[in-house]
């Protein structure tokens, strides 16, 4: 075992470098993440990451717990976007049952509702702490205070502010709570400007576009190559989302762009085109939750007898099979292959595949011969969620 | 490209005998390919201009359970281009000593992707991957001893003097 890369790269350290460990108590590896660092004086030569740190055996625990009983532990996969996760677990269950086509539609529109407020809340919290990370502390408190509006939403919808179990196989936790559609018409009106004025104070920022510009630049083959999603891809200038490849739940009724990254300030692919991607991307969810209101508001109104429960399957036992999920998070591609017998409530194997593992694999790529200032930079536009990276 | 395709283009390839097997029952169909060949497969059909498997989406490593022994790797394979899906695995029968591993050619040379998937499978199910350029523990500490997704598991009773439950 002593032959790998890492134990050759170590062994080959010269006496003017330095090795040098960054986290896994570090505010800007944005949670237990440790990077060992091969420098010279200021020169990054070389980036290892360590993972794992926060590892928790989701998928060892998926294997002892019914479809239904693992909801909880996707939340916990990517904490930042539960409801995104969870959708994507929940259509992985009901396709291997085959009752994806019977789900209604007013429980289909809510569900993307709540994913697309908690994409928001989840690129919120990734524009602000990038913020951080390069010496601007305002936006951060900024995106806080416009993401506690989102969480207590979605705390009054499903009790929970995080981690919410909300969605199920089948259907719903609970209807939206009365007075919800409209509470949320007056969160977008009022967040709308809001953004604006990020974009105004730290998008345009011209010390942020100097920190940002031509530093990290991915390209587009590399990116493919390492399996980056999300963000990271659009950012290299690819429109490939999900949303729109795989047309899954209300997403084909609805419309929206997939903004991509352009090189405006500086290369395609550099952190700062990965930054605007989340920028526009926040724009797009305002305009799918309008669009989403409108339904839940107009035909697809609340009733009396609607019960989000009343396709809840007594039990989940699927037809012996393989199936792969994959749905768009706000990081990229959460994938969920599932091995089913075909005899038991408890799938055979399940393997989850998060956008984070694949998008942190490339750093060391994008890293090389940058300065340690540039690193922070870069690790910041990947916005990792450790969480999700370790299960 | 439609799954039958795909498969006559890798028989025409490699041969009839690449294909060891399908699954055409679920609501995704797999191929089953010659454990030694499944890199050059990959490489064919990552390369070729008919499929174009840019992205790899997923790589997993299985184990089946412990009346059959065997070991598996699936590889989920998505056409940015073409916007088209493909599965493939591969199987092999192991005895479960601990000596040696379960072994299957690395990927990693076609889609880096694999890289960490791949680490992540030995790491978890204890597969080798031949060739790996890095092949480590990822999620786990580094003196973990056994695998824990693997079906006989079972944990060690200390770690490092702190008791496991």
Redesign the interface.
Known sequence: MESTRYHKLLAEVESTEMVLNMGPQHPSTHGVLRLELITDGEIVKEVIPHVGYLHRCFEKHAENLTYQQTIPFVDRLDYLASMNSSHAWVMGAERMLGIDGDIPKRIEYIRVLVSELNRIGSHLIALGTYGIDIGAFTPFLWCFRDREHIMNMLEWASGSRMLYNYIWVGGLFYDLPVGFEERCKEFIDYFKPKMAELNELLTGNEIFISRTANVGVLPLTTAINYGCSGPMLRGSGLKWDLRRVDEYSAYPELEFDIPVGKGEMGTIGDCWDRFKVRIDEIEQSVHIISQCLSRLQSDLKRTQDFDPRARLPKKIIPKAQDFYMRAENPKGELGFYFVTDGKSEIPKRVKARGPSFCNLSVISEISRGILIADLIAIIGSVDIVLGELDR | MTFEEIKSLLIEKFGADVIVGE?T????P?LIIKPEAIADVCLELRDNEKTWF?????L?G??Y?VEEDIFGV?Y?LAS?PY?T?L?LKVRKYHDRSREELPSFPTVSEV???A??HEREAYD?VGIRFENH?????????DDWEGY??RKDYKAQEYYNGIKVD
């Open positions: 699954e029952t679920g609501r995704q797999a840019d992205f790899l989406a997923s997993s299985v184990d359970g699936v989920h940015i916007k899906s599965t889609w880096k992707t890289d960490w978890l350029p890095d092949l480590r523990r990822i999620l786990l500490p824990p997704l």
